[in-house]
Structure formats: structure tokens, C-alpha cells
């Protein structure tokens, strides 16, 4: 089970490292971020290699109270009447307490602490030289004591305590909410909560508490509002060392929500803004030529937003309105609403590709930023219900919740008037949404059959729509789609049909024949122009141009994201996403599917593509030994999939074979079933079509079961396709292939050295597999040694893929004691009692033994540690 004690472990490995160095550490995070909890698993390791460990604890209502921390924690002397003083008598008592070079003194809440305290443990230190563990809050300048603790014990180091990522947020989830949770209520509270731990535990428990976060059909899914007023304490601890105009200031941003620093300035005095942000109260982002300010977390301004009327309720909320109203003054600007006609220009859009300071923030402008404009859009087709008025309004719609019976109500209170034109523009409007929000392709193909009759010109459009849905969610047929030639259709037209052939061609293998058609002129739809795009750098990645894919669709990405544009996001971080998997880099695909998937709007446009980006978090997750994490975030990308995909890597089968899931229909210990399942993936893409996802389930099933014969028909596959990238899958399956394992180990080295760092990882292990499995025990340690050594090259995350594929089985003492105990039906904490260590301790021993022999449970520890 998933601990917060598992969280933020980088952060431990660091202070312990320090600390063992002689090295005092001060542990920085605000109320909630976990910095405790670090600080007691740096104790407990330091306790496992019997050092001396001394505790002392800051409590505000004692600050003024000379020595009474040390009194309390036992670390003063009131019976040595020779003492000259209680502070000397003190240091005499702590001098004592210590042993040379292993003892750690730990200061908790340490900005509380009284300050003779504090200048007792300081001059303890420059006599008795001990290491110094802290914790503390961020705090504004005028409460920060120039002679605290941290700053006066020398040598030492500040360690920030970052907030979670999405990632870590899901792994903290699990053991809140057991089950699948649906992927938009982690989001919801991942932006809610900042990352903080202590805010995720507080926002879960207590909306599950109240109903709002429920089991629906076996999902936990969140209602429109979590918070609750139980929060209110939870919030208290973040702005405890607030000034009264600093709390007024921050309850008046918190009304205000996103907006440029110059209309901060002027809601707010420059002093109440510098002490918001010491406090890690506001987070600030590059947008254009300015900078946007919002309260983070989200929580805190979701508090005041929730505070009942007031007098100062009253007087900030006029004051916004007076700020607020003048124009040019700094509001978030807007982009220009929609055109009528959703056939013509895409809207300009500022670009802008600095990096994003929070995901939070940008979590929160995208959501005021897509309220205020459906709000808009939905008074303006109210007022005046049309095609040029419905296209935009449902356009907005399915960004975020869209739901069926809403998207109903507008077609059908839309009165068919107007051109052939804007008519086509609201069918192809509809049958998206019926296609992606109903998930019902059948009704989307009736939808569009039945608008061609009065389309005219624009029949051939929604024949384009028609076919793009197709090979998103159905099939790409043997046969291409039709070719529009310019002059006999719309220009446009053709420039969408162009779009839709190219697609075909890069589900079917041959991204260069697609490339030269994406190089034709760009269509104005705005659907197709994205999906354009997206597709121009999945192109770029399957023709094996890793490094212009990876430039492509990460620059499209910033700029997506710059100007709040959700309809092009998940899929060029799905290009982005593959590129870094491929190249073994799962720590910045950990972080970059982090940032992605915290997004938090969706457009529902968008969903094949946020399906195979939680598949790869799953896998990610899985290689870094998160089995809870990887099996909630497999469940969220099979129950968002719209159904079979075209992408390669795309569905989660792989990752619940390896889990042994049940609902994937086989049991952890069958293999052979759970690559039977890949490759009924494998069968059903093939005869859809979807060829690249073929070539990309069929290898997937290889690593669970290398057959010779499944590679052969691979290689018959994939001899066929031009795609550059399915060389290396053709490379991997000729490994596969070969009995001889020198062959494929010599086949995957290549691929390591050629960049392709997954696919020759995957291949070196079915060599090591295939050695053991004849019984050349010592061959196999010798390919797994060399490889290893080759994959340190390319940073530890390529190392773990192979202990994954490829477990060495090779136990410490230490780790095989552990294992043999609980292989014996002792408990964690019985282990950990008998060998007079944490349970912490066993727990990691434990963990790194399942790594090594290659399974992931408990009951099938004797048979392993037997063979």
C-alpha cells in the first residue's frame, strides 16, 4: 500500500546524504507539503544505522517561554545548581545527550521555537559538533528571526519540500479512495490542493465524507463542488503568519482570480503582495508580454470564495467591480470569441513559449478562461439562436463537462437557417459531439449522411468528418479516402480531405507519403487544422525523425497551452510522451505526463489522445515500482478510451498483464494468457487497419512471451511498412525470432546504441530470459552486467525498464532474510520487530526484492526465492 512516507523520496535520499556528511539540513515547506513526514523517515533511517536521535519540537503558544522546547523534550538540566545558567545548563545537557559523529538533533516546527532554546542548541553544536535536522515554514521578512536555528548552525543546507506532481497525487489517492478514480476528479484535486499532501488527504476525505466524491458504477467521481467547511482548518495553518492586509489582500485576489500582476498592484498594496508571495501564497506566469498572478492552492481561494457576506465582503467585491470594469486595466485577456462561421479562420491566438511556473495556475486560468467564454457564447446563441451562434457555443461546450442532453438542446433549438455553409459547419459541430461526448459513431454517421442531402458544396466536408471519425474510433479501411481535387470543391475542402488521407496513411504505416500531404496548404476548419498539427509530429515520430518530432510537437504543445487552447494539448504531449519512452527518459516522461495530465480541461475531442497518455503514466508508473498508481491510472485510460485506437502504445494491456488485473482476464501468475491478450490487441488492430498499432501491440505481447512464431508474423507485418521507426520493431522481432540468444542480445545492444533505448532494452531482456530459461546462468548475468552497464549511459530510469523486463534475481543478504520471513506469512511490522528495524526498512527490502525476482506479490515469494 502506498504511504505518503513514500513520497518525496528524493528529498530524503538528499538530506540523509547531507546529514551523514556532517551537514546540517533545514526541510522548507508550507503547513501541508509533507515536511514532516519527510522528517521522520530521514529519523528512521538514521535510526536503522544506530544513530542517536534527539527530538525537539516548536510550539508557537511556548515561544515565549526561555528553554521550554528543550524542557519539554528532556534537554535541560534544572537540578545542576552549578550550571551558571539555565541556557548553560541546557547546553551542558545536550552535550551530553550526544554521541560523537551519530547523533542527529531534529527541530520540528523550528520558526517556533523560543530563542534561548534555539541559542542553546546553536552553542551545543560548536562545541559538540551534531547534525541538526529542522523543519520550517516560509515566512515573510518581518517575522523571520535573523538568528534562527537554520541560519545559525554551520555547515548546513536548505532542502525545499516540492509540492506533489499529478503522479505522486494519484499514488496518494490510491489509498484514500480504493478503486479506479475517474481521471478529471484527480485532476480536479490535484489543482485544488497544489500538490500539498496534506490538502489532498483533506479535500478526499472529507467531500467523500459528504457526497461529494462517490462510487459511480465502480468509479470515484467528483461532484461539481468539493469544498466543504470542514477545510477551513486545513486552510488556517497556510496563512497563519498573515498581516491583516495581507489577509485582506489575499481574500480580494482569491474574488478576483487570474490576473495580470498590474491589476494585482492595483487591487493590492506592494507590501501585502511581497508578503503573499514569501508565504508561497501566489504563483506568477509568463503569458505574452505580461504576467499572470494567481493564489495557490486553489483551496485557500476556494475558502474565501465560499466565506458568507460581510462588510469587507461587501467593500472588496466593489472595489473588484470598479478595477475590474476599466478596460486596458489587466484582466486576463480574453481571445476573440469564436467566429460565427467555425469554417472559416481559426482565430489568431498570441503565442508564447515560456515555460509555465505552475500547473495549478494554469489549471485555474484555463478553467475561468473557458467558464467566462461558454457563458458568453451560451447568452449570445440564447439571445439569438443560429448556426453562426450554436458553432462556437457547442465548440465551447465540449471543452470540459460536456454532456449529451445539453449538446441535444442546442441542435435542436437551433432553427436550420442560413447558408449550405453554416448548415455543414453545425452538423459537423453535432456529429463530433455525438461521436466523442455520446461515444455512439453509428449516430454520428447517420447525423452526417442525413445533413449531405442539403450540404451542397459542403456534402464532401462532412464525408471528411465522416471518414476522420472513422479512423479515430473505428477502422482505417483497406482502400484510402477519396482525393479532393481544388477547383472542383471548395478550396477548403480539399485542404480537409488532404488532412483525413494523410491520417489514413499514418495509421497505416507510411508517414513520408503523409508528410508531403500535410505540406499542402493547411485547412481553415479548426478542428482539422489541429488535428493537422498533432498529426504532422506523429508523422515525424513514425518516420523515425525522433529529434524533429520531439521540437515539433513540444513547441505546438507551449504554444497550446499559451493560449489556452485544450483542443491541441494532449496530442502533441502524446508525440512528446512517446519520443521521451522510446528514448528511455521515464523521469521527464514521469514529469511531463505530470504537467499534462494535471491540465484538467478536456476537450472531448481530445480523448484518444488523453487515453494513451494515461496508458504511458500507467507503464511509467509500473517501472517505478507504483503497482496501486499504475493500476488506478491503467483503469482511467481504459474506461476514458473511446475504444480501439490507431495510436501505437495507446491501450493500457500491457500494463494490467503485467499487474495480472482481473478485469484484463488473466491471473498474475499466467503469462501466457496475459500475452495472449496483447495479442488479441494486436489481431483486432490488425484487422482494423490500424497497422502501426498492430506492429505496437504485437511487440508488446513478445515481451511477455517471446514465440517465434508471433515474431515471424510480425516481421511479415512490418517487412511491408514503410514507417522508419518500425525498423527497430523489426529488429526486435528478428531478435525475438533467432534462437540464438547471442544473436538478440546483439541485436538489442545495437538498438541501445542507435538511441533506441526501450525497444534494445526489451530485446537484451528476452536474450537474458531465453539464457535462463536453458540454464547458462552465468551467460545471462554476463549480457544482463554488460547491458546494465551500457544502460547507465542513459540515466537510471533506462536501468529500471530492464530489472522490469529482465529481474536479476540477484539478493542482498539483507533482502533475502526480509523475503524469506514474509515468505513465511510474517506481517511487515513482525519483520521489521524480529530484526530490530523499521518498518520502513523491510518495506524497501521488501520492494527491491520483488523488483529483482520479478514478481509482485507476496503469495509467490517462496516458489521464487525456491527457484
Known amino acids: 500500500m502506498s504511504t505518503p512516507r513514500s513520497l518525496h523520496l528524493e528529498v530524503q535520499a538528499e538530506a540523509v546524504d547531507h546529514l551523514r556528511a556532517g551537514r546540517s539540513v533545514d526541510l522548507v ?101 551534531f547534525a541538526v535536522l529542522s523543519a520550517s515554514r516560509p515566512q515573510p521578512s518581518r517575522l523571520r528571526d535573523p538568528y534562527r536555528l537554520a541560519t545559525e548552525v554551520r555547515p548546513g543546507v536548505e532542502l525545499q519540500v516540492p509540492a506533489l506532481g499529478y503522479v505522486d497525487t494519484q499514488t496518494l489517492l490510491a489509498d484514500l479512495l480504493p478503486g479506479t478514480i475517474d481521471a478529471a476528479t484527480v485532476g480536479r484535486l490535484y489543482a485544488a490542493a497544489g500538490g500539498l499532501p496534506g490538502l489532498v488527504t483533506a479535500l478526499a476525505v472529507n467531500a467523500r465524507r459528504r457526497g461529494r466524491l462517490a462510487l459511480v458504477d465502480g468509479t470515484w467521481v467528483a461532484g461539481p463542488d468539493m469544498w466543504t467547511p470542514a477545510l477551513a482548518r486545513s486552510v488556517a495553518p497556510l496563512v497563519q503568519d498573515l498581516s491583516d492586509d495581507a489577509l485582506e489582500a489575499l481574500e480580494t485576489l482569491s474574488l478576483a482570480g487570474a490576473v495580470t500582476t498590474s491589476t494585482a498592484r492595483s487591487l493590492v498594496t506592494p507590501d501585502a503582495l511581497e508578503e503573499l508571495d514569501a508565504c508561497r501564497l501566489l504563483r506568477f506566469v509568463p503569458r505574452g508580454d505580461q504576467t499572470v498572478v494567481g493564489v495557490f492552492p486553489q483551496a485557500v481561494a476556494d475558502h474565501y470564495r465560499h466565506l458568507g457576506t460581510s462588510a469587507r465582503r461587501l467593500r472588496i467585491e466593489e472595489r473588484l467591480r470598479l478595477a475590474l470594469h476599466v478596460a486596458g486595466r ?35 486560468m484555463l478553467v475561468e478562461h473557458w467558464y467566462r467564454e461558454t457563458v458568453y457564447l451560451r447568452t449570445r446563441w440564447e439571445t439569438e439562436p443560429s448556426p453562426a451562434t450554436a458553432v462556437p457555443y457547442l465548440r465551447a461546450l465540449l471543452t470540459g463537462d460536456a454532456d449529451a442532453a445539453t449538446v441535444r438542446a442546442v441542435v435542436e433549438g437551433t432553427p436550420r437557417t442560413g447558408d449550405a455553409r453554416s448548415l455543414a459547419a453545425l452538423d459537423n459541430w453535432h456529429a463530433l459531439a455525438v461521436a466523442f461526448v455520446e461515444k455512439d459513431l453509428d449516430a454520428a454517421r447517420r447525423v452526417l449522411r442525413a445533413a449531405r442531402a442539403e450540404a451542397g458544396a459542403w456534402a464532401p466536408l462532412l464525408a471528411n ?235 508488446l505481447s513478445l515481451d511477455l512471451v517471446p514465440d517465434p512464431r508471433r515474431a515471424t508474423a510480425l516481421l511479415d507485418l512490418v517487412a511491408d511498412l514503410p514507417a522508419g521507426l518500425l525498423r527497430h520493431v523489426e529488429r526486435f522481432a528478428a531478435a525475438v525470432a533467432s534462437d540464438d540468444p547471442d544473436v538478440a542480445a546483439g541485436r538489442g545492444t545495437g538498438l541501445v546504441e542507435d538511441g533506441q533505448v526501450l525497444i534494445g532494452a526489451r530485446a537484451i531482456a528476452v536474450a537474458i530470459r531465453r539464457l535462463r530459461a536453458e540454464g547458462d546462468v552465468r551467460r545471462a548475468t554476463a549480457v544482463l552486467d554488460d547491458a546494465r552497464a551500457r544502460l547507465e549511459a542513459h540515466g537510471r530510469p533506462a536501468v529500471a525498464i530492464l530489472d522490469l523486463l529482465a529481474p536479476s534475481g540477484d539478493l542482498t ?31 524497501n527490502h521488501l520492494h527491491r526484492a520483488f523488483r529483482k525476482l520479478g514478481i509482485d506479490g507476496r503469495d509467490r515469494l517462496a516458489d521464487a526465492l525456491d527457484a
Do not use: K, M, Y
Not at 476573440?336 to 495549478?360: F, H, I, K, M, Q
Not at 521540437?551 to 504554444?559: G, I, K, V
Not at 532474510?817 to 510474517?826: D, I, S
Open 465 to 699: 468528418v465522416e471518414a476522420h471519425l472513422a479512423l479515430l474510433l473505428d477502422r482505417a479501411p483497406d482502400e484510402p479516402p477519396a482525393p479532393a481535387t481544388p477547383g472542383e470543391v471548395e478550396d477548403d475542402v480539399a485542404a480537409t480531405a488532404a488532412t483525413v488521407r494523410a491520417e489514413w496513411l499514418v495509421f497505416r504505416g507510411d508517414p513520408a507519403a503523409a508528410l508531403d500531404l500535410l505540406a499542402e496548404p493547411r485547412t481553415r476548419t479548426p478542428h482539422f487544422a489541429s488535428s493537422a498539427e498533432v498529426l504532422r509530429g506523429l508523422a515525424l515520430l513514425l518516420d523515425d525523425r525522433l529529434d524533429e518530432a520531439f521540437a515539433w510537437s513540444a513547441r505546438h504543445l507551449d504554444e497550446a497551452r499559451s493560449a489556452l487552447d485544450v483542443d491541441a494539448v494532449h496530442g502533441h504531449a502524446f508525440v512528446v510522451s512517446v519520443v521521451l519512452l522510446l528514448r528511455g527518459r521515464t523521469a521527464e516522461l514521469h514529469e511531463h505526463l505530470g504537467s499534462v495530465l494535471s491540465t484538467g480541461l478536456l476537450s472531448a475531442l481530445q480523448r484518444p489522445f488523453q487515453s494513451a497518455n494515461l496508458s504511458l503514466a500507467a507503464a511509467v508508473a509500473l517501472v517505478e515500482g507504483r503497482t496501486t498508481t499504475a493500476r488506478s491510472l491503467a483503469e482511467q485510460s481504459r474506461s476514458l478510451g473511446p475504444g480501439p485506437s490507431p495510436l501505437p502504445l495507446a491501450q493500457p494491456t500491457w500494463t494490467l498483464a503485467r499487474l495480472g488485473a482481473g478485469s484484463a482476464g488473466f491471473a498474475a501468475t499466467d503469462e501466457a494468457a496475459a500475452a495472449d491478450a496483447l495479442w488479441a490487441d494486436h489481431e483486432d488492430a490488425l484487422a482494423r487497419g490500424f497497422l502501426v498499432a498492430a506492429a505496437s501491440s504485437g511487440a
Open 813 to 843: 543478504d539483507r533482502e533475502r532474510e526480509v523475503a524469506r520471513l514474509v515468505a513465511e506469512g510474517l506481517t511487515n511490522q513482525a519483520v521489521a520487530d524480529r530484526l530490530h528495524v523499521s518498518v520502513r526498512t523491510v518495506e
Open 330 to 364: 489587466g484582466v486576463v485577456a480574453l481571445p476573440a470569441a469564436p467566429r460565427p462561421d467555425a469554417l472559416d479562420d481559426a482565430p489568431a491566438v498570441v503565442r508564447d513559449r515560456a515555460p509555465w511556473e505552475s500547473d495549478t495556475v494554469r489549471h485555474r
Open 29 to 129: 515547506g508550507p503547513a501541508g507539503s509533507g515536511r514532516t513526514t519527510v522528517l521522520a523517515e530521514v529519523c528512521r533511517t538514521l535510526l536503522d544505522d544506530e544513530w542517536t536521535v534527539l527530538r525537539v519540537q516548536g510550539v508557537a503558544a511556548l515561544r515565549d517561554r526561555p528553554l521550554e522546547a528543550l524542557a519539554v523534550a528532556g534537554l535541560t538540566s534544572r537540578s545542576d545548581r552549578t550550571a551558571p545558567s539555565a541556557v548553560a545548563g541546557a547546553v551542558a545537557a545536550i552535550e551530553g545527550a550526544v554521541r560523537p559523529a551519530r547523533t542527529l538533533v531534529v527541530v520540528d516546527d523550528a520558526d517556533d521555537l523560543d530563542r534561548a532554546s534555539s541559542g542553546a542548541l546553536v552553542a551545543a553544536h560548536a562545541r559538540a559538533r
